[in-house]
């Protein structure tokens, strides 16, 4: 990889922690802000709002403008079609065993509201991370499946599911 590839990909890498870490300021001015009206967490809450409207958002804008469509043909021919959908099975089995660990807690007695809060935070992430993993199922896989497969390979495909009960 040549200085200035490597140095683009460093950036890249970087912008993304730098999204993070405003994601985390986000979330951090709406826990201070439950705690009560602190004036400091009222002004992150307007920063973060800026952040995702002024530096998210844009990001967002150019990896489907440049990013995405530069790396097609190489994840068609060299990757996983697929991997996206795996990496965000296991995001949604790492949070689902935190909240299954935190539910135990509370259901043998724990009441810590912090536990509770956190446990309610994991819940809200499943639900959110479901739901886009569920819509990239719905309006790619299914949508190519009824194009692109017969009848039966659609059998084939959904069969072993419904044998295990999954609708």
Same mark, same amino acid.
């Given at each position: 990889m040549?200085?200035?590839?490597?140095?683009?990909?460093?950036?890249?890498?970087?912008?993304?922690? %730098?999204l993070?870490?405003?994601?985390?300021?986000?979330?951090? /001015?709406?826990?201070r $802000?439950?705690?009560?009206?602190?004036?400091?967490?009222?002004?992150a809450?307007?920063?973060?709002?800026?952040?995702? *409207? !002024?530096?998210?958002?844009?990001?967002?804008?150019?990896? &489907?403008?440049?990013?995405?469509p530069? $790396?097609?043909d $190489?994840?068609?021919?060299?990757? !996983?079609?697929?991997?996206?959908?795996?990496i !965000?099975? *296991? &995001?949604?089995?790492?949070?689902?065993?935190?909240?299954?660990?935190? /539910?135990?807690?509370?259901?043998?007695?724990?009441? !810590?509201p912090? $536990?509770?809060?956190?446990?309610?935070?994991?819940?809200? %992430?499943? %639900?959110?991370?479901? &739901?886009?993993?569920?819509?990239?199922?719905? &309006?790619?896989?299914?949508?190519?499946? *009824?194009?692109?497969?017969?009848?039966?390979? %659609?059998v084939?495909?959904?069969?072993?599911?419904?044998?295990?009960?999954?609708?």
């Amino acid at each position: 990889m040549t200085p200035s590839a490597d140095a683009l990909t460093q950036g890249y890498i970087r912008e993304h922690d %730098q999204l993070g870490a405003g994601l985390a300021a986000l979330t951090d /001015a709406l826990d201070r $802000l439950v705690q009560g009206a602190d004036p400091a967490a009222v002004r992150a809450l307007g920063e973060s709002r800026r952040f995702l *409207r !002024d530096v998210f958002v844009p990001h967002a804008e150019w990896e &489907e403008l440049t990013f995405y469509p530069a $790396l097609a043909d $190489l994840v068609r021919t060299h990757g !996983d079609p697929n991997a996206a959908m795996y990496i !965000d099975h *296991r &995001e949604i089995l790492r949070r689902i065993e935190g909240f299954v660990a935190l /539910a135990g807690r509370i259901e043998a007695g724990e009441r !810590d509201p912090a $536990l509770i809060d956190r446990a309610r935070i994991l819940a809200y %992430q499943i %639900q959110a991370l479901v &739901e886009a993993h569920e819509k990239k199922e719905e &309006e790619i896989h299914v949508a190519l499946m *009824r194009r692109h497969l017969s009848d039966r390979e %659609q059998v084939r495909a959904l069969s072993l599911g419904d044998q295990l009960g999954h609708d």
